[in-house]
């Protein structure tokens, strides 16, 4: 089995949640008198000159093998129906002339946002691989009709999977150079570690605009790592797995630390409904997005996506409903209570009144 199947194969069938959801340490203030009507709430939301209908993603997660054809149709296809944003796993297949039908099916629909997906650590030489070019990456940007691209940091990941690629050294000038070679915006995106202020700070200085900053508190790549390496017998990567399986700046943390910087900011990571997204976008967001509670829904069929993705605009529609706010650029001056590891985490990092 391919290493991305292996990953859908145990995210379908394992717990690999990190033990704590931050999302659930936050709340917002009722208002039982609103004084606006649900039907004229506007959840549209503009992000890079684009509209969607309401401000969330589906996130990255698959391609390059016969499976993730039908998973990657399905969500695109629902995506555009909704006029919502998607983001198709990792590349790398495409490079290697693998499956990259099951990457292209996605061409056709007309998704508002649409993500192309290559790693960091494609970028540097590695022990067995050579860097992209950019003719490569433009290569990953058409293969999928993109608007934008995401270079993915997962440093984490790669420390636990058999073989993974740790050389990171230039990565940051690696970043830069696709930013101003690139004909689309590039998105940098953590996948469960999560984006601190100073590491912000060097990206933006880099060029980047948009940064998603994938923090902990829902899908572990630890956890998913070490089910693949307690399958191989992997001793000491097994023990890696555990030891980091909640390794990572919660989500609603990093969002407080990178705020007011100018960037254009995406949410992922534990976000499991439309009042998680209505938190993420008061801690201020600007889009929200979500990878493994989709995976389900886009094994079974287009209509269970459409059905989740319905679920989460009217529960992000009800929260807003509920602190009688007309728009979602309202959401950011939200009045919202901390408790428990979240507001732990807020007050050690002192961001308070950020
Ligand atoms: C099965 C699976 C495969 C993934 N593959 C990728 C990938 O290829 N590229 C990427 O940028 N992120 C990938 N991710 C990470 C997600 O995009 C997301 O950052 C992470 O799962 C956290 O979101 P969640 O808590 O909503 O699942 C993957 C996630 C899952 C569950």
Redesign the pocket.
């Known amino acids: 089995m391919k290493r991305k199947e292996e990953?859908?194969e145990i995210?379908l069938s394992q717990d690999v949640q990190n033990e704590h959801n931050f999302w659930g340490d936050m709340d917002f203030l009722h208002n039982a008198l609103p004084d606006i009507d649900m039907e004229s709430i506007d959840t549209k939301v503009d992000f890079f000159g684009r509209e969607l209908s309401f401000p969330f993603i589906i996130?990255?997660?698959?391609g390059g093998y016969d499976d993730a054809r039908a998973i990657n149709e399905n969500i695109a296809r629902a995506c555009a129906k909704l006029k919502i944003g998607f983001?198709i796993?990792?590349e790398r297949a495409v490079f290697r002339e693998d499956n990259v039908r099951s990457y292209s099916v996605v061409k056709k629909y007309n998704v508002p946002v649409k993500i192309a997906?290559i790693g960091a650590p494609q970028l540097i030489d590695q022990k067995n691989e050579k860097a992209l070019g950019l003719e490569d990456i433009q290569r990953a940007i058409d293969t999928i009709g993109a608007n934008f691209l995401?270079i993915?940091l997962n440093f984490l990941q790669e420390i636990v999977q058999p073989g993974g690629e740790t050389r990171a050294k230039g990565i940051l000038r690696a970043i830069g150079k696709v930013v101003s070679g690139a004909d689309v915006p590039v998105i940098v995106?953590e996948?469960?570690g999560g984006i601190s202020r100073p590491v912000a700070e060097r990206l933006k200085a880099a060029g980047v605009k948009c940064i998603d900053v994938?923090g902990a508190g829902?899908?572990s790549f630890s956890a998913i790592e070490y089910y693949r390496a307690k399958a191989v017998g992997s001793e000491i990567l097994q023990h890696l797995g555990k030891s980091f399986w909640n390794w990572g700046i919660p989500t609603p943390i990093s969002l407080m630390m990178v705020r007011g910087m100018g960037l254009s900011v995406i949410a992922?990571?534990?976000?499991r409904s439309g009042v998680d997204i209505a938190r993420a976008i008061a801690l201020g967001a600007d889009v929200a997005s979500?990878?493994?509670?989709f995976?389900g829904p886009a094994t079974k069929g287009y209509r269970d996506v459409v059905s989740m993705l319905e679920t989460y605009r009217e529960e992000l529609k009800g929260a807003m409903f509920l602190q009688g706010l007309n728009s979602v650029y309202e959401l950011r001056s939200a009045k919202v209570l901390f408790s428990g590891r979240l507001k732990e985490w807020r007050d050690e990092l002192g961001l308070r009144n950020v």
Not at 268 to 271: A, E, F, L, N, R
């Open positions: 990953h859908v995210a996130a990255a997660m698959t983001g796993g990792s997906n995401a993915h995106k996948t469960g994938g829902g899908t992922t990571g534990g976000v979500v990878a493994h509670p995976l």
